[in-house]
């Protein structure tokens, strides 16, 4: 059971929009800042967002990333075949001195 | 480019030793901790521990504390992580990234996120 529970999967069609959820506590995601990672088939996992909303560079502005209280939210928009992958929320946990992450959702374009 | 470069893969027998690396390019390899990610098969992401180079300070998950030992080499920019008695149960892909910030100062407003990651080190133990 995962620190940090999101959705196992979620799909949509080309073009449309999707959100995926991470849900935490007072711990980590209402105490520290939400960072989103996607990991391809195969490959490693790779930063999406980090500091709850902003994007690295190279990172196109169809992701997004909000957090509220003890949950975040990964939003894709325009969605591309390329975007088929895990994504995983990532965050810290004072309690625990320990980094934690979601479970992962596998996202199926259709 | 930042870049972190790990081990190949390795397989091993229940109750073997191994050390597999991850060695770090493109930025001052001393000042940022560097972690690992344990990943089973089919599985999601599991923050192991981190190490911070410069005096091999060391936090470990309480999941992974005894389990495994991370350690350091700075002069050649390179992180370890070992077992000392392996089990069918370690088999997994294990991961090597760096962290963004230092942990002894996350008590809260954390901005802790991980880039880059090595491509991975697949750990099999089969007798």
């Known amino acids: 059971q995962s620190v940090l529970p999101q959705p196992p999967s979620v799909s949509a069609a080309p073009g449309q929009r999707v959100t995926i959820s991470c849900s935490g506590s007072?711990?980590?995601?209402?105490?520290?800042?939400v960072s989103w990672y996607q990991q391809l088939p195969g490959t490693a996992p790779k930063l999406l967002i980090y500091e709850n909303n902003k994007r690295p560079s190279g990172i196109p502005d169809r992701f997004s990333g909000s957090k509220s209280g003890t949950s975040a939210t990964l939003g894709i928009t325009g969605l591309q075949t390329g975007d088929e992958a895990d994504y995983y929320c990532g965050t810290w946990d004072s309690s625990l001195s320990a980094g934690v992450f979601g479970g992962g959702t596998k996202l199926t374009v259709l | 480019e930042v870049q972190l470069a790990q081990s190949g893969a390795e397989v091993k027998k229940p109750g073997e030793s191994l050390k597999i690396s991850c060695k770090g390019s493109g930025y001052t390899f001393a000042n940022y901790w560097i972690g690992w990610v344990r990943q089973m098969p089919g599985k999601g992401l599991e923050w192991m521990g981190v190490i911070y180079p410069i005096d091999s300070d060391t936090r470990y998950s309480p999941s992974f504390q005894g389990q495994v030992t991370i350690s350091v080499d700075k002069s050649i920019s390179t992180a370890y992580l070992q077992w000392s008695s392996l089990k069918a149960s370690d088999s997994a892909m294990y991961y090597c990234?760096?962290?963004?910030?230092?942990?002894?100062?996350?008590?809260?407003?954390?901005?802790?996120?991980?880039?880059?990651w090595g491509q991975g080190t697949l750990v099999t133990v089969s007798s």
């Open positions: 007072s711990s980590n995601i209402g105490k520290n800042y």
């Open positions: 990234t760096r962290h963004s910030v230092d942990p002894r100062y996350c008590s809260s407003n954390c901005y802790m996120w991980y880039d880059p």
